[in-house]
């Protein structure tokens, strides 16, 4: 989860790990360090609990010589956050420093070893242990630096992508990685790491994406090499990035949560093109086609996935189970590996991912993997642990997401569920052509109506954000292919403005959560006018009847919710096939709003970071 850069060059290495940590500040923001190779003599090494900017202010007009260094922006495992427990972390004798995201499982045994040998700790993390081990191999080993790493990668057990350099070795710079993601970009002369390409593309297109158990030695006399733990020679395969620059930035807008949910009307158009025709009427998403046979032919579709990857695997769910008529679970991937869960060859697990690099659903994915199902992936990130591990698998093409909010990943996943429902029901002849040809009109016209619903309905969630700002709790209410909506509304809410709110089933809430209502409780509701309709419009009479205050979702033209509702807003017409797409906008416009409104960090939200790359 944390955020690594490196450099080596003739550019002052300064600068541009700065930019690259700012670039990785949503993967941690809980402290930030540095450490530069000014010469073979010197590492000078900075780090600070807080900001990226908190380190910029803390060095100040310290030395910054050097052209190679290493950075590190941390989410905290082991340790709490402070200046100590920050990265980089010195080996015993100072002349080894290494950046680290992942966790070492066996550090306290390895720990103790190193101590009874002399060594002393200063920080309670692991990675500290990691870098005196390899410390203490090379002197004792006498071999060189990328031996002596190699040999101890062999010796923990965990994930990690480690950053490494050393005064003994100024022209040198080594990577590696397991489990947690790592890439190297190729420039002029010059090379680049990182925990993804962000910090890359600005100097680059050229990259290396590392696999697990890979070494890069990057010398500066001859270039790069890579090796296996194994200490096998490997081909580097070079990757041309797509990604560019100016979408890493916010565009004019106040955050880059508000800028995404804005762009949303874009990246569902991009997850459509060439995938979906109305006028030809036909949906083909070429990453999959050639398991399309697998997959009209599965016994069973389990969907595993984490956080809002997770929301959106639930209204898959709904869509191929209603269009294709197979079975579908959705598993939380951090449970479903533990379980011990039963895993035929002829079942299709699908993950979901925004960064596909999420370590428990890699985990459980590999455990498919094993017991012989066919396994696909869903992921935003090209390149990515996920996007190579799976036997095929489609990209959401979102574009960057950096708001650790996840907004327009959300419905773009939503979106390619959708046409995955649609294109299995075709094959398998279990949805009406009538049919099939009306709701892949409905997804045509998804992005235009997104485009009119996010202009007319933000001043609308502000004024509703400003009246309810201050509650202490919510619900959200949501029935059929809905009720997803309401957990990833109720997850909007608490994630980015620390209010305590809660998804359910609209039905359900008399079971329980109904005992909460009085007249300081908001209740969202959506209550769209479809299947559910009249049931809902029951539900929210009983919240009215214990006084409490109902924000729904509505359709236009609807007057029955409008009355009953204390405050409301308007989605455009349309089937209840993309109903949780637009229903989606509202909530994220409303939880932003309330966040800003609170003063929260609505990009960094305290605790959280994007892309979960540790069990």
């Given at each position: 989860m944390c955020?690594?850069?490196?450099?080596?060059g003739d550019?002052?290495a300064?600068?541009?790990?700065?930019?690259?940590?700012?670039?990785l500040?949503?993967?941690?923001?809980d402290?930030?360090?540095?450490?530069?190779?000014e010469?073979?003599?010197?590492?000078?090494?900075?780090k600070?609990?807080?900001?990226v900017?908190?380190l910029?202010?803390?060095i100040g007009?310290e030395?910054?010589?050097g052209n190679?260094g290493?950075?590190h922006?941390?989410w905290?495992?082991?340790?709490p956050?402070?200046?100590t427990?920050?990265?980089?972390?010195y080996?015993?004798?100072?002349?080894?420093?290494l950046?680290?995201n992942?966790?070492?499982?066996?550090?306290?045994?390895?720990?103790?070893a190193?101590?009874?040998?002399?060594?002393?700790?200063?920080?309670?993390?692991?990675?500290?242990?990691l870098?005196?081990?390899i410390?203490d191999?090379?002197?004792?080993?006498?071999?060189s630096?990328?031996?002596?790493?190699?040999?101890?990668?062999?010796?923990?057990?965990?994930?990690?992508?480690?950053?490494?350099?050393s005064?003994?070795?100024?022209?040198?710079?080594?990577?590696?990685?397991?489990?947690?993601p790592l890439?190297v970009?190729?420039g002029?002369?010059?090379?680049?790491?990182?925990?993804?390409?962000t910090?890359?593309?600005?100097?680059?297109?050229n990259?290396?994406?590392?696999?697990?158990q890979?070494?890069?030695?990057?010398?500066r006399?001859?270039?790069?090499?890579?090796?296996s733990t194994?200490?096998?020679?490997v081909?580097?395969?070079?990757?041309e990035l797509e990604?560019?620059l100016?979408?890493?930035?916010?565009g004019?807008?106040d955050?880059?949560?508000l800028?995404?949910?804005?762009e949303q009307p874009?990246?569902?158009?991009d997850s459509?093109?060439?995938?979906?025709n109305?006028?030809e009427?036909?949906v083909?998403l070429g990453?999959?086609?050639?398991?399309?046979d697998?997959?009209?032919?599965?016994?069973?579709?389990?969907i595993?996935?984490?956080?809002t990857?997770?929301h959106?695997?639930?209204?898959?769910?709904?869509?191929?189970?209603?269009?294709?008529?197979i079975?579908?679970?959705?598993?939380?991937?951090?449970?479903?590996?533990?379980?011990n869960?039963i895993?035929?060859?002829d079942?299709?697990v699908?993950?979901?991912?925004?960064?596909g690099?999420?370590?428990?659903?890699i985990?459980?994915?590999n455990?498919a993997?094993?017991?012989g199902a066919?396994i696909?992936?869903i992921?935003?990130?090209?390149?990515?642990t996920?996007?190579?591990i799976?036997?095929?698998?489609?990209?959401?093409?979102?574009g960057?997401?950096i708001?650790v909010?996840?907004?327009k990943?959300f419905?773009?996943q939503?979106?390619l569920l959708?046409?995955m429902?649609?294109m299995i029901g075709k094959?398998?002849?279990?949805?009406?052509?009538?049919?099939?040809?009306r709701?892949?009109?409905e997804?045509?016209m998804?992005?235009?109506?997104?485009?009119?619903?996010?202009?007319?309905?933000?001043?609308f969630c502000?004024?509703i954000?400003?009246k309810?700002k201050?509650?202490?709790?919510?619900?959200?209410?949501?029935?059929?292919n809905?009720?997803p909506?309401?957990?990833?509304?109720?997850?909007?809410?608490?994630?980015?403005?620390?209010?305590?709110?809660?998804?359910?089933?609209?039905a359900?809430?008399?079971?329980?959560?109904?005992?909460?209502?009085?007249?300081?409780?908001?209740?969202?509701?959506?209550?769209?006018?479809g299947a559910?309709y009249?049931?809902?419009?029951?539900?929210i009479?009983?919240?009215?009847?214990?006084?409490?205050?109902?924000?729904?979702i509505?359709?236009?033209?609807?007057?029955t919710v409008?009355?009953?509702a204390?405050?409301?807003?308007?989605?455009?017409?349309?089937?209840?096939?993309v109903?949780?797409?637009?229903?989606?906008?509202?909530?994220?416009?409303m939880s932003y709003?309330?966040?800003?409104?609170?003063?929260c960090?609505?990009?960094q939200p305290?605790?959280?970071?994007k892309?979960?790359?540790v069990?």
């Amino acid at each position: 989860m944390c955020g690594i850069v490196g450099y080596i060059g003739d550019k002052k290495a300064y600068p541009i790990l700065i930019k690259g940590l700012s670039r990785l500040e949503y993967r941690g923001y809980d402290s930030a360090g540095i450490a530069l190779l000014e010469n073979v003599d010197k590492i000078n090494l900075y780090k600070r609990k807080g900001k990226v900017q908190d380190l910029v202010d803390f060095i100040g007009d310290e030395s910054t010589v050097g052209n190679v260094g290493i950075g590190h922006t941390r989410w905290a495992t082991h340790g709490p956050p402070n200046d100590t427990n920050a990265h980089p972390h010195y080996s015993g004798n100072s002349r080894i420093a290494l950046v680290h995201n992942g966790i070492i499982e066996n550090y306290d045994t390895i720990k103790e070893a190193l101590i009874k040998k002399g060594h002393t700790f200063t920080s309670d993390t692991d990675t500290e242990v990691l870098v005196h081990l390899i410390e203490d191999i090379q002197e004792n080993g006498g071999v060189s630096l990328e031996e002596a790493i190699r040999i101890a990668l062999n010796e923990v057990h965990g994930a990690y992508a480690i950053v490494v350099i050393s005064k003994d070795e100024p022209d040198k710079i080594i990577g590696a990685k397991k489990s947690s993601p790592l890439v190297v970009g190729l420039g002029e002369d010059e090379y680049y790491f990182a925990s993804d390409a962000t910090p890359i593309v600005e100097y680059t297109k050229n990259v290396v994406y590392l696999e697990d158990q890979q070494i890069a030695i990057v010398d500066r006399k001859n270039g790069l090499r890579i090796i296996s733990t194994s200490n096998k020679e490997v081909s580097p395969y070079v990757q041309e990035l797509e990604m560019e620059l100016e979408v890493l930035e916010k565009g004019g807008y106040d955050h880059f949560m508000l800028k995404e949910i804005y762009e949303q009307p874009r990246a569902i158009k991009d997850s459509l093109r060439g995938r979906l025709n109305a006028k030809e009427g036909w949906v083909s998403l070429g990453g999959i086609k050639d398991y399309e046979d697998q997959i009209a032919k599965a016994n069973r579709i389990i969907i595993i996935a984490c956080g809002t990857s997770w929301h959106a695997g639930l209204v898959g769910e709904y869509y191929i189970e209603d269009l294709a008529r197979i079975p579908v679970e959705v598993e939380y991937a951090s449970e479903f590996r533990y379980r011990n869960p039963i895993i035929r060859k002829d079942d299709v697990v699908i993950a979901i991912s925004q960064s596909g690099e999420t370590a428990d659903t890699i985990a459980a994915l590999n455990m498919a993997k094993e017991q012989g199902a066919t396994i696909l992936g869903i992921v935003n990130v090209v390149g990515s642990t996920i996007s190579r591990i799976t036997d095929a698998g489609t990209y959401t093409h979102a574009g960057p997401e950096i708001g650790v909010a996840s907004t327009k990943a959300f419905t773009t996943q939503v979106s390619l569920l959708a046409m995955m429902a649609l294109m299995i029901g075709k094959k398998r002849g279990t949805i009406e052509d009538e049919r099939f040809q009306r709701l892949i009109e409905e997804m045509e016209m998804l992005p235009t109506k997104l485009e009119g619903l996010i202009e007319k309905s933000n001043e609308f969630c502000i004024t509703i954000a400003e009246k309810y700002k201050d509650a202490s709790n919510a619900l959200f209410l949501g029935r059929g292919n809905n009720f997803p909506i309401a957990l990833e509304g109720a997850l909007k809410l608490k994630e980015i403005s620390y209010i305590h709110a809660e998804g359910y089933p609209a039905a359900e809430m008399k079971h329980g959560p109904i005992a909460l209502i009085d007249e300081e409780m908001p209740i969202f509701v959506i209550a769209t006018q479809g299947a559910n309709y009249e049931k809902v419009v029951s539900n929210i009479q009983e919240v009215k009847a214990r006084k409490g205050k109902v924000i729904a979702i509505i359709t236009k033209g609807d007057t029955t919710v409008k009355e009953l509702a204390d405050d409301y807003i308007k989605i455009p017409d349309a089937d209840d096939f993309v109903v949780p797409i637009l229903a989606t906008i509202p909530f994220q416009l409303m939880s932003y709003h309330i966040a800003v409104m609170r003063n929260c960090n609505v990009d960094q939200p305290r605790n959280l970071a994007k892309s979960v790359t540790v069990e």
